[in-house]
């Protein structure tokens, strides 16, 4: 029953015009991606967010401890007290603490020097899907999104606290059954990224095109392999 039901709908779709066909394959598609969107992609976007928020909060106050413990220093130096000394290494075990919790909050985060490789050996799996471009994004310190744009380079040197965030974005083409597949399979990755953006372009029926844009974050300011 449930494949003549399926051959009646084929059948229906062949004998459609080939501009109505692409029309229909488009709107499968994006019924398709939406899908996905809200069952994975938007949730981790989400935790993402959170998660951020969460980190930021943390180096804002690594960042004000670290003042306080360079007023302190200055302090000690000038005229040494006991009550001073004390406050000191009460904030730099409170640094610590916060160190360690960003630590355990970036367990099994993709390192970033992994990322481009494992994304693409995901992809060079399916021989339906071809790699046109993979393009490491500049890295930027986690806080610098949280800070106003108007503060200029004061602002950026605030932000250079110790979390940096790599960017990846990805282009490739191919059937998009393959397409959701792939998404799919790195979904089952035992390492974790952040989803920023998908974009598909639909090109001649059955090919269409992503870029993709991903990224994690570490402590290292480097670049991420390419």
């Known amino acids: 029953m449930k494949i003549a039901w ?23 598609l994006v019924s398709l991606l939406m899908l996905f969107y809200l069952l994975f992609i938007e949730p981790q976007m989400l935790h993402a967010e959170a998660l ?33 000394r004390q406050l000191l290494a009460r904030l730099k075990r409170q640094k610590q603490q916060i160190d360690e919790q960003l630590q355990v909050k970036m367990q099994g985060l993709i390192a970033p020097a992994q990322m481009a490789q494992v994304l693409e050996s995901v992809l060079t799996q399916s021989t339906a899907l071809k790699l046109e471009k993979l393009n490491n994004l500049p890295v930027r310190p986690l806080l610098e999104d949280s800070l106003d744009d108007k503060q200029g380079k004061n602002a950026a040197a605030s932000a250079d606290v110790g979390v940096y965030r790599h960017g990846l974005q990805i282009e490739f083409r ?46 290292t300011p480097g670049w991420i392999g390419v």
């Open 6 to 28: 399926l051959n009646h709908y084929l059948a229906r779709f062949d004998a459609l015009a080939e501009r109505d066909r692409m029309a229909v394959s488009l709107l499968l």
């Open 52 to 84: 951020n928020k969460q980190i930021n909060s943390m180096q804002m106050q690594v960042k004000a401890g670290e003042q306080q413990i360079g007023l302190l220093q200055k302090r000690l130096h000038q005229d040494p007290d006991a009550e001073n």
């Open 174 to 219: 191919g059937s998009y059954l393959q397409m959701l597949a792939y998404l799919r399979l790195l979904k089952t990755l035992p390492w974790n990224f952040y989803w920023d953006s998908i974009e598909v372009t639909m090109d001649k029926y059955p090919q269409a095109q992503i870029v993709m844009t991903v990224h994690t974050l570490s402590f």
